[in-house]
């Protein structure tokens, strides 16, 4: 099985910067590629503005992450 990954540019909405909510360029790009069995692969992918983001509904925010702690 070929597995292709590639990274994502676009635009964020929902980035609170300083307590506010701007829209800013993004990158979003594969880090790891779990196997959870022979047939299931999982892409955990991030943000490049993980640790500048507020925004606690993020999956990507270091902010979120630190909210489910």
Do not use: H
């Not at 590639?6 to 980035?15: H, L, R």
């Not at 701007?22 to 955990?44: A, C, F, G």
């Amino acid at each position: 099985m070929d597995v292709y990954v590639q990274s994502m540019v676009g635009e964020c909405s929902e980035a609170v910067i300083e307590g506010k909510r701007k829209t800013v360029s993004i990158v979003i790009s594969p880090l790891k590629l779990v196997q959870r069995d022979k047939e299931t692969l999982k892409v955990i992918s991030g943000c490049n503005l993980w640790k500048a983001c507020q925004n606690l509904s993020c999956q990507f925010s270091l902010a979120n992450r630190e909210e489910k702690g």
